[in-house]
């Protein structure tokens, strides 16, 4: 496959799921939540930016308002949601020491070369460019898994439940021009509802334990200590 | 066709209109009003199904077929009546300071925001919709879990939230290939359409399905409390307020595995492998097994039964994995069997826990000699979970037992040692709960136990004879599934 000899948009959405791979590896090491946060705006910002070229290029007008819907929900909306939780907490100059930071990004990196071989099969049906694309997306979901995994701040949590939404979001523009309509503004309002929901939940986390660290929601057990 | 879209309607004036009116005295027999007023509509849609047969609306936005009207009656009648539980059941919790008028709004409000969303996925012929509308049922109950408010239920509400939340991202991932993979055949509009799919699921690329639906199977999976993905379940259900763990157990969990076998069904039309089925049965069987062993470890009654749960669930997934018609039809009639008998056992348990006013196993004792409808409701109820005959969780188990010894005999010692442990799991905790001694003080409580009777009755009525229309939906259900009548 030789990239300068595909059209503008194959190339464009080429660049994009690398941008996108990128900016999944990005939050995996940073321990900054303001940091993480601006990331995670970049990511939704680049979502935008696919929807848009995949719009103007085919032709596809209903893909113009999921690119206005990503843009308000994901790069304005729950970073700023976001932003405000960690300033209230006054938790925007510590940062998370990472345990494992190596491992975890060595992790990533096999996650990722895992989505290529699930996805392997999908090349004789359709193009490598696909294979690309979706691997992108799918290494985007599991790298949202491991961001979890390796945090332990909610906030770093809700940045790697939301990172997940991006992976499919990838996937959706990329695989097949986007979802039918009504599909896409169901997703879209569920992951609104999941925002605020998240915005209440750090309100009672914080009133109950004082303090938005995961590790001490272990209250429940199988068995009495 | 009114019909079905009045199911869908109500509820949502219900979600409205309890959040807008603020809670008054008898928000909560409202409540029961509005899901009586959804049992008469769903039995409008049934008498309309058995008349015509399939349903789709115009526009093919519903789909009606024997397979998901029965489901979605039974959804009414659960709701009905643990509708009819809740209401003095949340008067109580109020009265003794556990809750406020505004999380009782709050609660009344997302009742009927989680029949809504439960409706949807049941009517739905869009996979998309589906997805949206199993998601939003997370979103609806999320708050309901952390309702008390205490340590211990926000810590059960966070784990719902994230485990499911990213559960059930895997199944919108595996939907989205689905789509890839039908756009290739056909217009993109209707693509997701479940009718139009599976008429074309021959054409279908194999290969991308049988990716997907490894996806789907995750997804959805959490939610049906599948072991590994379970961890969220039990704590959802023992910090929650009783009647939500009631509808959990017995609406949630059914409405995943229907998503699930709906998918299935897509995956066998498209590929001759018995993959989907395979995988069916590996992790049904490790949830039956796994959450047998783990009920003798319980302290809480209530997580409990949540592991009953997950046992039955994993039964379930058992059996529509085997795939012939006479599992497929044992495992329909598992869906309802379990979910009244479990629906009827929480509503018990929900009285027992307030009568002893814990929910700890070893502080809950002589229930019999203080109340004695309760202790014998829990006793009976179960009786008929554990799958004594002549009720009809013995029924279902059986043709399940038959069909694994015809299709997969060496795995059908696995499911009687499963079965003999889960047995022994339940009795050796209910047996002190519901005899012995009672405990000083321990006073008798106002408890409304209609809701159970009628729910054990049928499980009854199903053990001796299943109705003829039902038997009829179910046969057709199972020549969908399988392919085959049963019998």
Redesign the interface.
């Known amino acids: 496959m030789n990239i300068g000899q595909l059209d503008f948009y194959t190339q464009a959405i080429l660049s994009m799921a690398a941008l996108v791979g990128l900016t999944s590896f990005l939050m995996l090491g940073q321990g900054r939540l303001l940091r993480l946060i601006f990331v995670f705006a970049m990511q939704g910002f680049l979502l935008t930016l696919t929807t848009a070229v995949a719009a103007y290029s085919l032709n596809n007008h209903h893909l113009y308002i999921s690119a206005v819907l990503t843009f308000v929900l994901k790069v304005i909306f729950i970073p700023w949601m976001l932003r405000r939780q960690v300033m209230q907490m006054n938790m925007h100059r510590d940062i998370e020491a990472l345990k494992n930071n190596t491992v975890v990004m060595l992790g990533g990196a096999s996650l990722m070369v895992f989505s290529y071989y699930?996805?392997h099969?999908?090349v004789?049906?359709?193009s490598v460019v696909m294979l690309n694309a979706?691997a992108v997306?799918?290494s985007v979901?599991l790298l949202?898994?491991l961001l979890?995994i390796s945090h332990r701040q909610?906030i770093a949590?809700v940045v790697g439940?939301m990172s997940?939404?991006n992976?499919?979001f990838f996937?959706?523009i990329v695989?097949?021009?986007g979802?039918?309509m009504?599909?896409e503004l169901?997703?879209a309002?569920?992951v609104l509802?999941?925002a605020v929901?998240f915005g209440?939940?750090f309100l009672?986390?914080r009133t109950?334990?004082d303090s938005l660290d995961?590790d001490q929601?272990?209250?429940?057990h199988?068995?009495?200590q | 066709m009114i019909a079905a879209y009045l199911v869908l309607l109500i509820p949502l004036i219900g979600i409205v209109y309890f959040a807008l009116a603020g809670h008054r005295t008898d928000t909560g027999k409202l409540n029961v009003r509005f899901n009586g007023a959804n049992f008469l509509a769903t039995i409008w849609l049934a008498i309309n199904v058995l008349n015509q047969g399939t349903i789709i609306s115009s526009g093919k936005a519903f789909l009606i077929d024997p397979f998901n009207v029965y489901l979605i009656v039974l959804t009414a009648f659960v709701g009905l009546t643990t509708s009819i539980f809740s209401s003095p059941y949340m008067a109580h919790e109020k009265e003794i300071g556990k809750l406020t008028d505004r999380r009782l709004k709050l609660y009344y409000s997302m009742f009927q925001g989680f029949m809504l969303a439960m409706y949807l996925v049941l009517t739905t012929n869009?996979m998309?919709?589906m997805?949206?509308?199993m998601?939003?049922a997370t979103?609806a109950t999320?708050?309901l879990v952390?309702l008390y408010?205490?340590?211990?239920s926000?810590?059960?509400?966070?784990?719902y939230?994230?485990l499911c939340?990213?559960g059930i991202?895997?199944a919108?991932?595996g939907t989205?290939?689905l789509?890839?993979a039908a756009?290739?055949i056909g217009d993109?509009?209707n693509?997701?359409l479940w009718s139009v799919l599976y008429e074309n699921a021959g054409q279908l690329?194999p290969?991308?399905l049988?990716?997907a639906f490894v996806f789907l199977l995750i997804g959805y999976g959490t939610k049906i409390g599948l072991v590994p993905l379970h961890n969220w379940l039990p704590?959802a259900h023992?910090?929650g307020p009783t009647p939500m763990s009631a509808v959990l157990s017995g609406l949630l969990l059914n409405d995943a595995l229907y998503a699930v076998v709906r998918n299935k069904m897509l995956v066998d039309g498209a590929t001759d492998s018995t993959m989907a089925g395979y995988l069916m049965m590996g992790f049904g069987l490790l949830s039956f097994l796994v959450a047998a062993i783990?009920l003798h470890?319980q302290?809480d009654i209530k997580r409990l039964f949540s592991y009953s749960s997950i046992e039955h669930m994993g039964l379930m997934t058992f059996a529509f994995g085997i795939g012939g018609p006479l599992a497929t039809f044992a495992a329909l009639l598992h869906m309802t069997v379990h979910s009244l008998t479990k629906s009827a056992i929480f509503v018990t348990v929900g009285h027992a826990a307030q009568l002893a006013g814990t929910q700890r196993i070893d502080q809950i004792r002589g229930l019999i000699k203080t109340q004695p409808k309760i202790g014998w409701g829990l006793l009976i109820g179960t009786i008929a979970i554990a799958g004594f005959p002549p009720f009809g969780v013995f029924t279902s188990e059986f043709l399940v037992l038959l069909a694994t010894m015809h299709s997969y005999p060496w795995l059908a010692p696995f499911l009687l040692l499963g079965i003999g442990i889960a047995f022994a799991g339940l009795f050796r905790h209910i047996q002190p709960m519901v005899y012995g001694d009672k405990p000083e003080g321990q006073q008798a409580i106002k408890a409304n136990l209609w809701p159970v009777t009628i729910h054990l009755a049928l499980v009854l009525w199903l053990g001796l004879a299943i109705p003829g229309f039902l038997a009829h939906w179910f046969s057709q259900a199972t020549l969908l599934i399988s392919g085959s009548m049963p019998l």
């Open positions: 699930v996805l099969p999908i004789q049906s359709s979706l997306s799918l979901v949202g898994m979890m909610a949590h439940f997940i939404e992976g499919l996937a959706a695989a097949t021009n979802m039918p009504v599909v169901g997703v309002f569920d509802v999941a929901l209440i939940f009672h986390i109950s334990i995961v929601l272990n209250k429940l199988e068995v009495d | 869009n998309g919709i997805w949206v509308a998601e939003g979103l999320v708050l952390s408010r205490t340590p211990e926000i810590e059960a509400a966070w784990k939230f994230i939340g990213v991202a895997q919108l991932f989205i290939l789509y890839y756009v290739q993109s509009e693509a997701l690329n290969e991308i049988e990716i704590d023992s910090e783990l470890r302290k």
